[in-house]
């Protein structure tokens, strides 16, 4: 049984994987992946489908989605966009060597250039500790989560960005999101390089 906490509550889940591309063919024909693929997600008697659907119900149910629509709207702009600096970091790792160095390189000069840019005049123009409402919320998380996952790649990148760089302290310094982000928690660290092609014969 895994757990995943915010500062209200604790989801505690199950957390299961493909292992084999087996695996993957028995959910598609036991008919619970609407659209052929992962994640689901089996909560409150549903089998949700789709990432930004699966973290939305999570973030509704649990208080973490604003307080009104205005609220929402802002919430969505911003965790869309830090969706597509994701994705381009996140593929980058399941890209054939001769063009994985250069979509890093893209994702990060974007980052630098495009994205964290953003974020900072958010921070700076509101003067609170969080991106929407002064409170915690799921935009919160994203924005945590890819700031790691660049600095990762890049430890000094936010070299720029000094409300980022108090934004991540703040943020990875909530009790519960520094218990997830311990040595050994159930956060997910990037890819070895020999189990991509494992993973790329289950998925394609």
């Given amino acids: 049984m895994k757990e995943t906490s915010n500062l209200f509550c604790t989801l505690r889940f199950d957390e299961c994987f493909m292992k084999t591309k087996d695996d993957l063919l028995k959910l598609r024909k036991d008919g619970f ?3 052929q693929q992962v994640p689901m997600v ?13 973290l939305n119900y999570i973030a ?5 989605y604003g307080k009104d629509l205005k609220e929402r709207a802002l919430i969505d702009m911003y965790v869309e966009g830090l969706f597509d600096l994701n994705e381009l ?14 979509q890093l390189a893209t994702a990060l000069d974007k980052a630098t250039n495009r994205y964290f840019p ?5 921070l700076k123009d509101h003067g609170q500790d969080f991106l929407v409402g002064n409170r915690f ?6 924005l945590l989560e890819v700031l790691l996952m660049a600095e990762e790649c890049k430890p000094d990148i936010l070299a720029q960005f000094p ?4 934004f991540k302290a703040r943020i990875s310094n909530i009790p519960t999101i520094k218990k997830f982000l311990q040595p050994g928690s159930q956060r997910k660290s990037p890819p070895r390089q020999e189990d991509v092609p494992k993973i790329i014969k289950i998925f394609y």
């Fill in 42 to 54: 089996e909560i409150d008697g549903m089998k949700m489908v789709q990432t930004r659907a699966i």
């Fill in 60 to 64: 509704a149910k649990y208080n973490l």
């Fill in 137 to 142: 919320s799921r935009a919160d998380v994203q």
């Fill in 89 to 102: 970091i996140m593929t980058s790792d399941y890209q054939p060597a001769d063009k994985k160095e250069q």
């Fill in 163 to 166: 409300l980022l760089q108090s």
């Fill in 118 to 122: 953003v974020f900072e005049k958010v």
């Fill in 33 to 35: 992946l609407l659209f």
